[in-house]
């Protein structure tokens, strides 16, 4: 029974593998038409023993349509994805022709020059080269994040951005399982919606479902 069950998996695992390798095939593909360079590569973070800071892993585009694309954005709107990596979520929400200004900071120097280089055509896409906890987060209302910290660092995270913001935000949490359930029970923040991202037009994104959530933050909520 043993034996079945792992030639079982073993098989799952090879037929997930061929699925994710297909999904990147139609990510770089799209990649190339947004961007003119692949975002498919993913890069080890340098930080992450001394700052906190995760790895640089591009989202499926099918998975960001699931998160993102329901929302609604209008011009007055600024969009930031804190730990953007080489930009995959900037190229979706270009792609999508949002109205917004478009906004990435990225701890990695040599990852921010890459997703600088090819964000640099559009007039209204940025992307920071920095520590994410320097940025003054009043001059955006909406901010992603593809769980771009380790835990504790997202606690402190989230514990400087209720202490300076001004103004309400949304906020896209993606990879959230880990720490997401840490916002439940906060003063101010309320759930819009959770869903997960697994499998999309036949292929499997993943090897398991991940898991994003949807809340917004008012600073004067009683």
Not at 165 to 172: D, M, N, P, Q, S
């Amino acid at each position: 029974m043993d034996k079945k069950k792992s030639l079982l998996k073993k098989i799952r695992n090879k037929i997930v593998n061929a699925s994710i390798v297909t999904v990147h095939f139609f990510d770089e593909k799209k990649d190339k038409k947004i961007c003119g360079c692949s975002l498919v590569k993913y890069v080890p973070s340098l930080y992450r023993e001394t700052m906190g800071a995760t790895g640089s892993e591009s989202t499926c585009y099918w998975a960001l349509e699931k998160i993102i694309g329901d929302s609604s954005f209008g011009p007055d709107d600024s969009f930031i994805d804190v730990g953007c990596g080489k930009g995959r979520v900037l190229a979706y929400m270009q792609s999508k022709g949002y109205p917004c200004r478009l906004t990435g900071i990225e701890l990695n120097k040599d990852v921010a020059a890459y997703a600088q280089q090819w964000a640099s055509r559009y007039e209204n896409m940025t992307v920071l080269n920095g520590n994410a906890f320097e940025l003054d987060y009043n001059d955006y209302s909406v901010l992603f994040m593809g769980r771009p910290f380790e835990t504790e660092t997202f606690y402190k995270f989230i514990d400087q951005l209720e202490e300076k913001l001004k103004h309400g935000i949304r906020l896209f949490y993606w990879w959230d399982t880990q720490s997401g359930d840490h916002l439940e029970d906060r003063k101010g923040w309320t759930m819009i919606r959770r869903g997960f991202a697994f499998k999309s037009h036949g292929l499997y994104m993943y090897h398991r479902p991940q898991r994003y959530t949807l809340w917004e933050y008012s600073p004067y909520e009683e």
